[in-house]
Every structure is written in C-alpha cells, then in structure tokens.
C-alpha cells in the first residue's frame, strides 16, 4: 500500500541562511550587482532542497528536488536584466514571481 503525501518537513537552518547570504552579498559586490539577478533562483533551490516528504503517520516518504540548471537561469535574468533596465527597475518586481515560477515548476518530489 502507497502511502500518501501528508506535508513537508524544511531543515533550513539559520546557519545555512547565514551561509547563504554571505556568500551572495560577496557574489553580488564582486559582481556590481548582477548576481543578484541569479540569486533569486538559488534562495528558493536551497530552502526546496533542504526539504523532506511526510506521510500523514511523519515517517519520511521522499525529497523535494528542485534541478534548475545554469543556463536556465543565465537565460532568464539576461532578458529580465534588459527589461530591469529598460524600466528603470520596475521589471525587477515582476522578476521575482516569475521566478518562483521557474523554480516551482522544475521541482520534483523523489520518493524513498
């Protein structure tokens, strides 16, 4: 018998936000501000990944996995570097969900 996916479980600690973020803010200074564009995909990826599938008893039943690829990425922020720019910013808000969006649709759930 299957057992169904109940919830989620995230082991994203303060440290590995910590973590995380110093490495983009030095990322983001070394590179005046481009990687910022690339970050948003990588904040959601590492939460996404840190995160386990329970069963309505909370045994774990799999993973979440989220395989976005760099050049995924890279495509999208050129162009919403371009239309940020072109906007004075503006895009940059919609960015941000268009975001969660790409990153959302390629997660997957791995089953143990």
């Known amino acids: 018998m299957e057992r169904l996916a109940s919830r989620f479980r995230c082991d994203f600690s303060v440290g590995d936000a910590v973590g995380n973020m110093i490495i983009w803010f030095i990322l983001i200074v070394i590179t005046l ?4 564009f690339v970050f948003p995909y990588y904040l959601p990826k590492a939460v ?3 995160t386990t599938v329970l069963a309505q008893d909370g045994t774990e039943i799999g993973k979440l996995s989220c395989e976005i ?3 995924t990425v890279i495509g999208n922020a050129i162009i919403w570097v371009l239309l940020t720019i072109i906007t004075f ?3 940059y808000l919609v960015y941000i969900y268009r975001v969660y969006r ?3 649709n390629e997660t997957k759930i791995e089953y143990f």
């Not at 501000?33 to 910022?36: D, E, K, T, V, W």
């Open 33 to 36: 501000g481009l990687a910022a």
């Open 48 to 50: 996404i990944n840190r």
């Open 69 to 71: 690829s760099l050049g």
């Open 89 to 91: 910013g503006l895009a």
């Open 102 to 104: 790409v990153v959302l």
